[in-house]
Structure formats: C-alpha cells, structure tokens
C-alpha cells in the first residue's frame, strides 16, 4: 500500500534531522494535517547507557521537556503538530486523533518503558472559550531516562529515508544567564481582593459552593533566552514536582490530574494551602494549622469529590483516602489525597482528561457555574495555565499534571529585543474566605516562578 500523502506543510524531514543547537529562537510552523488525512510515522526506540542529565538535549528557544523525581523525557525537533482553538481539533476528538495516528504508526521499541515509543506532548486550555491554542506535538527526536535506564527514539514519516540506527544527539551547551523583568497584571492586588469579595457573594447567594480566582503578573524575557535555564531552576528547587516545558508554557506543578499506566489510573488531588513557617516550630504550627482549619478542608473535599464523581463511570474500582495528608513543598504545605483505580473499559489517558478537566481544585463547584463566575470576575483569557499539560504514548497511556506554578513565554516580535511573559496564580475561595489571606496566598503561590526567573 503507498504512504499516505504528507499534509500540506508537513514534510518528511520534520524535526529527524535537526540537532538541539540547530534550532532557531522561533517555533517552526507545522500544519496541522486534514481531518481525513492520517499520517503514517515510523518510529524507533534505542536503549543507552545509563545517565544523569538530559534537560541538554531539548533545544534552547523552545524546549519539550517533562521530569518528576528523576524520570525525564527531552525532545526537539517538530515531526508532527496539532493546534487548534476550541474543544476538539475539527470533527474528530483529540482522544480519537491520536487514537488513529497510533495506529497507522509502525513502532519499533524493544524498551518497553514509560515515555518510549511514539509519543507526543500537550498542553491544552483552561477554559474551551479560550482564544488561546492547545497544541499536541509529536517530536522528531527524544531522550529519555527512567528508572536507572535510558534510551533514545527516532521519529520520522515513513517514507524517510532509512537511516541508521538512532544515536545520542550532541547536547546543546547552556546560553548565558538572563533574568525577567516582571510586574502588575490585568489583575492587581487590589482588584484581586475585590475579585473575592465578589466570589463570596456569589457563594452567599448559592450561585456556586467554591471558585477559584487567579490573578496575572506580566512582564519580559530577552529575546532569544535560554529557556532551559528557567527549566533548570524549577528542577533543582522543586525535584518533586511535575517540571515541564511545552509550546513556551514552563512550570513546575505539584498536582497530578491522571496517570494511566497498564490500565491503572492514579490521580492527587491538592487543595488547602498555607505557606511554609519561617522556623521549625512556626512550620509545625502552619502544617497542624492546615489540618484543623475548617475552611481548607471544605475546599479540599470540593476538589476531591470532582475527581472521583468524574472518574466512578470509567473505572471498575476507585479507592481514596477518608482523610487528607500534608504534602511539603519548599514554599507551601497543601492538603492532598491520592486516588487510584482500575479501567473499566478502554479509555486512554487523553479521554480521561475530557471528563477530568477542570477539576473543582483549579475551577470550583459547581464546576460549570464556577467557570461562569471565572469569566466574569478574571479579566484575563487565562490561556493554558491551570489546564492539562504532559505526555501520551501510542497506548493510550500519559501522564499529566494541571499546569500550575507555570508562565506562558511567548514569541518576541519580530525585531524585538524582548519576549513577552505571562505567570499566573490562584486560590481556593469558599464562604468564609478572607481576601488578604487568599492574595497572601497567591503571592506564596508566585514564589517558585518568580524566583527562576529572577
């Protein structure tokens, strides 16, 4: 049979061929293929010698990247990108997209580990409404690293040429430093407090029982930044939460959406937050605070409750916990649970996420009306923050974490010696919330972002 025809735009070479340190300081444009069009890959997974650090081989202006606790996947090069603006990409879902490339893809991976293969990263909306892109791309190259092993894998079109075996790409040295120059949002600190006092209106009047309102810094980056070096920053501060770069949005959250993995689906669930006490006596006191305080739990049985009535009709069993614990991170403490359970049917991790997102910890509840609260009182497009961000694989199964902690860098104008750069930051708030204490709580939430990219 003759390989499908390349979309217009889409050709064989993609991102094979390039090399970290040969990319330019802008995204190369891939068009999307047709709805009826589906393109054929070949892929090719090589084992490595084990090693320490990977974030090299992405590229410097627009890094892939994914890392939890040592488990890293670094990518480059554009083989294949969908983007699309809405709730599905044309008449198919992203879930049945994927699904179809997949299958026509003829993979050749002896590994047989978490993030070998074909795979693609995404990085999708907050809000449908959004005016802002979701993307999923599917990279030309990428080395990754998981339990002790490492590997390689090629991806190309499958009527490439053949090339040899994959080998390590040279790694892309480190541009010089830089640092960001941030201020004031749309949303300042005082429009933030009117914002929730608006909220607790709108929970007084039973229009919802939770929201949750962000607020926005902005600011700048030097044109043509190494972006890794803010990656490289959120790793060694934050090593136990989800680092990622994707399509310009990096960030380091803490809170997964969904993990599916071998038909297994795990989730944790964050909501309640108090900053870190200045001594270890004052953070004994914050974290027992966190546990006592009614308020934070009320918000965290919210987020709960969202996940597990979203999951209950796709699994054959779910478990949580009856009661919280006390995640420490380097700048907060937050209420967390882990859920866990079994599919029931044959659901990937990309459909999951449709019935997933948003949860009630980054929207609130009722989840539809809370959003409708969002658009009224936020006078930002929040764009990719507090959306799905992470990796599938041919399978079906990904890992995905809610794009928390993150700022959206996007392209410098033409001529331009800056780039423009959004970060954002929300809370919880529910009846008895105080508007001090969530802004306090924002600025807290600030922290990891601002201090990379000071």
């Not at 009722?366 to 936020?378: G, H, K, M, Q």
Request: glycine fraction near 10%.
């Amino acid at each position: 049979m003759p390989a499908a025809p390349h979309p217009p735009g889409v050709g064989p070479t993609g991102g094979t061929r390039d090399r970290p340190s040969d990319r330019g300081s802008t995204l190369k444009d891939v068009t999307e293929p047709a709805d009826d069009v589906v393109p054929r890959l070949r892929v090719i997974t090589r084992e490595l010698p084990p090693m320490d650090d990977v974030l090299a081989y992405t590229t410097p202006y627009d890094p892939l990247f994914w890392s939890r606790r040592g488990e890293t996947l670094a990518a480059f090069g554009d083989l294949l990108t969908l983007r699309w603006v809405g709730e599905h990409p044309g008449d198919a879902t992203i879930s049945e997209r994927w699904r179809a490339i997949a299958a026509a893809a003829e993979v050749d991976d002896p590994v047989q580990l978490p993030g070998t293969g074909l795979i693609a990263f995404g990085s999708f909306v907050f809000d449908p409404r959004s005016e802002r892109e979701n993307v999923l791309r599917v990279p030309g190259m990428v080395v990754g690293r998981h339990g002790g092993r490492a590997w390689v894998t090629r991806l190309a079109f499958d009527d490439t040429p053949d090339e040899p075996e994959p080998e390590l790409p040279p790694r892309s040295p480190f541009g010089p430093h830089w640092s960001a120059t941030l201020g004031p949002g749309r949303q300042t600190a005082e429009k933030y407090q009117d914002a929730v006092r608006q909220a607790i209106e709108a929970i007084g009047s039973r229009e919802v029982a939770k929201v949750v309102l962000a607020r926005d810094i902005v600011g700048t980056v030097p044109a043509g930044s190494d972006l890794r070096r803010l990656v490289r920053s959120l790793l060694e501060g934050y090593p136990d939460c989800w680092v990622f770069a994707v399509d310009g949005l990096i960030g380091a959250s803490p809170e997964t959406l969904v993990t599916v993995s071998g038909g297994t689906v795990t989730a944790r669930v964050l909501a309640g937050t108090v900053a870190r006490g200045g001594d270890a006596d004052a953070d004994v006191a914050a974290s027992i605070g966190l546990t006592r305080s009614q308020k934070d739990q009320d918000e965290h049985r919210f987020a709960v409750q969202s996940v597990l009535t979203a999951l209950g009709p796709h699994t054959s069993s779910l478990a949580a916990e009856d009661q919280p614990f006390t995640l420490k991170l380097p700048n907060v403490w937050h209420l967390a649970t882990d859920v866990e359970g079994v599919l029931s049917e044959d659901a990937s991790s990309l459909d999951l996420l449709s019935v997933l997102h948003p949860t009630a910890a980054v929207a609130g509840t009722p989840t539809r009306a809370a959003i409708d609260v969002i658009r009224r009182l936020e006078p930002f497009d929040r764009g990719r923050y507090a959306g799905a961000v992470g990796w599938t694989s041919a399978s079906g199964d990904g890992e995905w974490a809610i794009a928390l902690r993150c700022a959206q860098i996007d392209r410098a104008a033409p001529s331009s010696p800056t780039a423009p750069i959004t970060a954002y930051a929300g809370a919880g708030i529910v009846a008895d919330s105080v508007p001090e204490s969530e802004l306090l709580e924002t600025r807290v939430k600030f922290r990891p972002i601002v201090e990379a990219l000071a």
